[in-house]
């Protein structure tokens, strides 16, 4: 799958939808956790920095994590053409774990449907916050499976809200806050649909 997300690295923001998403998804972050400076913030499945560059002007240190090293690449020259501080890692959350406590908000943005153990973010996000750390994950209502006109490497059509708590409770989450935060909409054949965006917030 990384060989995919390399190769659209570069071109990865040309499309409008995906900036104005990530604005609406830092918007509704922004409103339901308290950032500070004192923020140590991970952005999980970061791509081109997005959210993370979206948060950095409330956030401390920064922190973006990507399985892709074409996206990676892309989200450093932004940060260094931006004058924006940045940590980055190459994560596989199949084999990779983030660092104990290291981070009081772990956000995760358009990537869970791509996991194909999802209960694996949640279990090793609980263990990567610190008390009271917020673990913020936005993705797809569940939809009928037309999302995507590539499916490679996509593992859920989104996801019902009954079983995204889910999987932030048996994480060991409280607190959990789920309601839409934005929505996508996709043109084919004249035919214009909208797929909302949920974002969902637990507390360690």
Do not use: Q
């Amino acid at each position: 799958m990384s060989e995919r997300f390399d190769t659209a690295a570069k071109k990865w923001d040309e499309k409008p939808r995906r900036i104005e998403l990530a604005k609406k998804v830092c918007a509704a972050i922004k409103e339901r956790v308290k950032i500070d400076r004192n923020s140590r913030l991970t952005d999980f499945g970061t791509g081109t920095g997005l959210i993370l560059l979206g948060l950095s002007d409330i956030a401390g240190s920064l922190t973006g994590l990507d399985f892709s090293k074409g996206m990676l690449d892309v989200l450093r020259e932004k940060a260094k053409a931006a004058g924006i501080d940045i940590t980055t890692r190459e994560f596989d959350i199949e084999k990779d774990d983030f660092e104990p406590e290291g981070a009081d908000i772990i956000t995760a943005s358009m990537v869970t449907h791509h996991l194909k153990h999802p209960e694996k973010l949640f279990n090793k996000a609980y263990k990567g916050l610190s008390n009271g750390g917020y673990l913020c994950v936005s993705d797809l209502c569940e939809e009928g499976g037309d999302f995507h006109d590539n499916h490679s490497e996509v593992h859920h059509h989104g996801f019902s809200m009954a079983l995204v708590r889910e999987l932030f409770e048996k994480a060991g989450f409280k607190d959990v806050v789920i309601a839409n935060a934005a929505e996508i909409k996709k043109e084919r054949g004249g035919v214009v649909t909208a797929y909302p965006v949920f974002l969902a917030t637990g507390v360690k």
